[in-house]
């Protein structure tokens, strides 16, 4: 039981360059998530997902776009990296019935130059 | 606009010295407040919800309580393995399945 995963673990893009983030969980999870967290921030939700194929916008969700093709893959892409996009990302799941109890993912850093 | 704000930012203990992290909240309509902890390199790990005011969770050394403005976590003689940033996090009334996370406390023990 692997729990949440996440690749890569580190990238370094230039400024407009695109990438994507892949997150996968092993546990039945409903809902995915897809946080940025920051020095000073705290964790900010970008994107959110409640079961596959669908998605909604979180609080920080202009540069990103995200997939749920399987309830278990949720997918980040940037399309054109900005410096301000630098940050460490974190993908998280959790039950439907219980979204508060969120298991996180190690994180993926990443910097745009 | 809902609110987490939690202090200090940095908290030096000694190895058995007792203390507390604050998280204070402006939210519509608490329907939950939640502790999580962080280890350096690591994603957050779910430690406790609370619901109501007057609530309490115990975990080991860790109390977490809750008042209608704001929620302690309490540390009982920690030791050097409790050093990490503990985070809190809100679900408000409005914020359908969104919480909203504090920029967290990071918490050294010193042996």
């Known amino acids: 039981n692997a729990g949440v995963t996440q690749t890569p673990k580190f990238r370094v893009l230039k400024t407009g360059q695109s990438m994507t983030l892949l997150c996968a969980q092993d546990?039945?999870?409903?809902?995915m998530y897809w946080y940025r967290q920051d020095p000073g921030m705290g964790l900010r939700l970008i994107h959110y997902?409640?079961?596959?194929?669908?998605?909604a916008k979180g609080e920080v969700p202009d540069g990103y776009n995200v997939s749920r093709l399987k309830k278990q893959n949720f997918l980040l892409g940037l399309e054109s990296a900005a410096p301000s996009q630098t940050s460490v990302y974190f993908c998280?799941?959790?039950?439907?019935?219980?979204?508060?109890?969120?298991?996180f993912g190690p994180g993926t850093r990443l910097t745009v130059t | 606009e809902d609110q987490v704000t939690q202090s200090p930012e940095a908290l030096r203990l000694q190895e058995g010295e007792s203390s507390s992290l604050n998280c204070s909240y402006t939210?519509?309509?608490?329907?939950?407040l939640f502790w999580y902890r962080q280890d350096p390199g690591k994603g957050p790990e779910f430690l406790f919800t609370?619901?109501?005011a007057g609530e309490e969770k115990e975990k080991e050394r860790l109390k977490a309580t809750l008042t209608k403005k704001e929620s302690f976590l309490h540390i009982t003689a920690p030791k050097p393995e409790d050093s990490a940033t503990y985070l809190c996090?809100?679900?408000?009334?409005?914020?359908?399945?969104?919480?909203?996370f504090g920029g967290g406390t990071r918490l050294m023990v010193k042996p």
């Open positions: 997902s409640v079961g596959e194929g669908t998605t």
């Open positions: 546990m039945n999870h409903e809902y």
């Open positions: 609370l619901y109501s």
């Open positions: 996090a809100v679900q408000a009334g409005n914020a359908g399945n969104m919480l909203t």
């Open positions: 939210v519509s309509g608490l329907r939950g």
């Open positions: 998280a799941s959790s039950y439907l019935a219980r979204i508060y109890e969120q298991y």
